[in-house]
């Protein structure tokens, strides 16, 4: 007889095109996971061959997966979400590498070694950063599990980053080392404290968006701050919504609220005045200044990236740009 708490209660998977000679690896993938019950839309354009492992265990009300992999993108679609049982919310760990969430038009960076909320009975998209190494757990929360502590409270979207502080940021490291060791005896134990953590850490933020949100006066005077601190950390590549927040001592969440209410996003307004000193520095540098060089200082991940944001901002790529001005 097996026990309840042992080992075995882990599956492991491992795919690679070495073990798929007559077929593409990224298909089989798909046909993999195509029973798993959080249903998803997958896409992989790299020209590498694509490769995933996998080791994941069922909880009661929940599930835990942490899987090495290379860098792909994953949507949850109205569709997806249609074909599939309610899911709840999900808590991913980066532990190496990282992914940009995007959600309710709202970005979210997840960097390495940072925890990630969100909620999966929703439409999102995830896209993996380029990095010489991925690993990533996802913990699932059913929505009937994660209550409010009062009847008239409910989970609005929880979109964001994990103080890595909170004791919830170090239940999830700590279930991540417990299913790499398969460690069925507590397994359901740290599962069960992380739910309980998840609970209280975002009625607590959300609470507090509320209570900031009381006053429109300071909600304005908070706006009029963040743009001045955007514009002095236009160069900082740790400037984002949640680097702004953790600054004024706020949530993610209302950053993104405060940018809401006037038509943008943070993320976007913070790209945009990078690509408006971008633009100068092409017109006024003496020298030619070399484009790598120019993504690199306005915090670009790479030379592609910018020259498709400069494009889609002003309708030129940056040496056309440039050119125009000079000629």
């Not at 009975?121 to 209550?147: C, G, K, N, Q």
């Not at 992380?194 to 609470?207: M, P």
């Not at 236009?234 to 984002?240: A, G, K, R, T, V």
């Not at 005045?273 to 690199?296: G, M, Y």
């Amino acid at each position: 007889m097996k026990r309840h708490g042992g080992a075995d209660r882990f599956q492991l998977k491992s795919i690679h095109q070495s073990e798929h000679p007559e077929k593409n690896a990224f298909d089989v993938f798909q046909e993999v996971i195509s029973d798993f019950p959080v249903r998803c839309s997958f896409d992989y354009d790299a020209d590498d061959p694509f490769h995933t492992s996998w080791i994941n265990a069922d909880v009661k009300n929940g599930a835990v997966i942490r899987w090495q992999c290379a860098a792909h993108t994953t949507e949850r679609t109205e569709s997806d979400i249609a074909d599939s049982a309610p899911s709840g919310y999900g808590i991913l760990h980066a532990l190496a590498g990282g992914a940009q969430i995007t959600q309710d038009g709202q970005e979210l960076l997840v960097r390495p070694g940072s925890v990630a909320l969100y909620d999966l009975d929703r439409p999102l998209r995830v896209d993996m950063l380029a990095a010489d190494e991925r690993d990533f757990m996802l913990v699932t929360i059913p929505h009937s599990v994660a209550r409010a502590s009062e009847p008239t409270e409910k989970f609005k979207s929880p979109l964001r980053l994990v103080d890595r502080h909170l004791p919830l940021f170090q239940c999830v490291d700590y279930l991540s080392g417990v299913l790499a060791m398969k460690s069925g005896q507590e397994l359901d134990h740290v599962f069960n404290a992380c739910t309980s953590l998840f609970s209280a850490s975002l009625l607590s933020a959300q609470r507090s968006d509320a209570s900031a949100a009381g006053s429109t006066g300071a909600a304005k005077d908070l706006f009029k701050k963040l743009l001045l601190r955007i514009e002095l950390e236009i160069d900082n590549p740790l400037l984002s919504p949640h680097w702004l927040a953790q600054q004024f001592g706020v949530s993610p969440r209302y950053i993104h609220k405060l940018f809401a209410n006037e038509g943008m996003t943070c993320q976007a307004y913070i790209n945009g005045q990078r690509l408006e000193h971008a633009k100068l520095d092409l017109v006024n540098s003496q020298a030619k200044i070399r484009i790598p060089t120019l993504a690199h200082r306005w915090c670009f991940s790479d030379p592609s990236s910018f020259s498709r944001a400069f494009r889609n901002k002003f309708g030129c790529t940056p040496g056309e740009y440039r050119n125009k001005r000079r000629s």
